[in-house]
């Protein structure tokens, strides 16, 4: 019986990562992290995701604010809004919170070790990263190195696999449509969060829905969250 | 004006990390991990000492029992008694919390990012680490690494100081007090707490304090400890 823990937050990415594990392992296990995110949305599109997969656990993990800095993801800074892909900020996004992935890899890998799981995935991705220094595939690597030699003296030990990491958003949707089938995708994707300002269905204008709308329109699939948005506007 | 952060428990261990860092360093802070811990003494003692060697800020930060497994420092098995320090068992401790020192690390990260630090001070020490991965100078190495390239795309941009990393618990003792001199170290050593079942002044028979007894022994120092620990038999 094969067995792997997803990083699930219940967006698009994660949501993929998790239907891909389902694929390839027997019993699937996930685990959430509410780190004082703006939004309870996130949580709740995470749960709908885990009950849909039907996957063998599902583990929300709270930890308040533990971690600091000027994001308006865990801070009450202004949050950008934009009109068209080529108006977002270059460089590190002001979305950037220091050691957010270092944190959720490190307690994803606690559980995984008491669950007896040595392959993790995440939806960690570098092609459109936004400046997110630990969204490279050269930091997953060292993370993985450090957790592995800090668990269990082996650098190896566990594997933490990123099917997304140099795909664009583009790509990761036909990836995603491709492994899920037309029927499911639509209802597994109607399930997902990705709007940073906590609007259901996305508002259409902050850094994740620009990106995600983007992704859609170019890989010629229609988003089931467009007809949420329609619908409430 | 060179700054420094220490990762403060309120053991003999930090707190000689931290008088080090107040030698090497013109400002140094603390941050101290409240993660569930079977004792507030720990936390108390950590402020004191915070206090005693006037550091310009000490921060603790409370996250729940984010970490999962059998230790009994996370949970209510059993915490095992020695009487001498041949008793103890060898391989993994117990007490090993998988994950510990990579959450610390990371959170300490995140308050140096913050407060535009980039020396940071752990009592981490292989030499008589009971097993722990974690304690080891090729994990921190590889930590060093990971927090680097994710915080920064940078593997250099932090540097961890463990300046107990290759000493036993005696020459440890002689190093703190010959950093600290005879009067302060009597002072401030009095102010730390090392046993894992949470008795001030030590129950001398925890895999804790039988370490810490045997390193003053063998350093031939007096710890002021003994004095609270005689005064409460």
């Known amino acids: 019986m094969s067995k792997a823990l997803v990083i699930l937050s219940g967006g698009q990415d994660s949501t993929t990562c998790a239907a891909i594990a389902c694929q390839q392992f027997d019993e699937v296990h996930a685990v959430t992290f509410d780190y004082g995110q703006r939004h309870a949305i996130e949580i709740e599109s995470a749960e709908a995701v885990a009950r849909s997969l039907n996957l063998a656990s599902h583990e929300i993990i709270s930890m308040g604010r533990v971690l600091k800095g000027s994001s308006p993801l865990v801070s009450d800074t202004h949050l950008g809004t934009y009109d068209k892909p080529d108006q977002l900020p270059g460089g590190v996004e002001p979305t950037f919170v220091p050691g957010r992935n270092l944190l959720f890899m490190t307690i994803a890998a606690n559980r995984a070790a008491v669950l007896g799981i040595r392959d993790i995935f995440t939806g960690l991705c570098q092609e459109d990263f936004g400046g997110y220094h630990d969204c490279r595939a050269v930091f997953v690597a060292a993370m993985q190195t450090a957790i592995g030699e800090g668990f269990y003296g082996d650098p190896d030990y566990f594997t933490f696999h990123t099917p997304l990491?140099?795909?664009?958003?583009?790509?990761?949707?036909?990836?995603?449509?491709?492994?899920?089938?037309?029927?499911?995708?639509?209802?597994?994707?109607?399930?997902?969060?990705?709007c940073y300002a906590g609007v259901k269905g996305g508002c259409g204008r902050c850094h994740a829905c620009i990106l995600r709308d983007r992704g859609f329109h170019e890989a010629g699939v229609d988003d089931p969250l467009w007809q949420l948005r329609a619908i409430a506007a």
């Open 165 to 194: 990491m140099n795909l664009n958003k583009a790509d990761s949707v036909k990836l995603a449509f491709e492994t899920i089938g037309s029927d499911d995708f639509n209802h597994l994707f109607s399930l997902t969060h990705t």
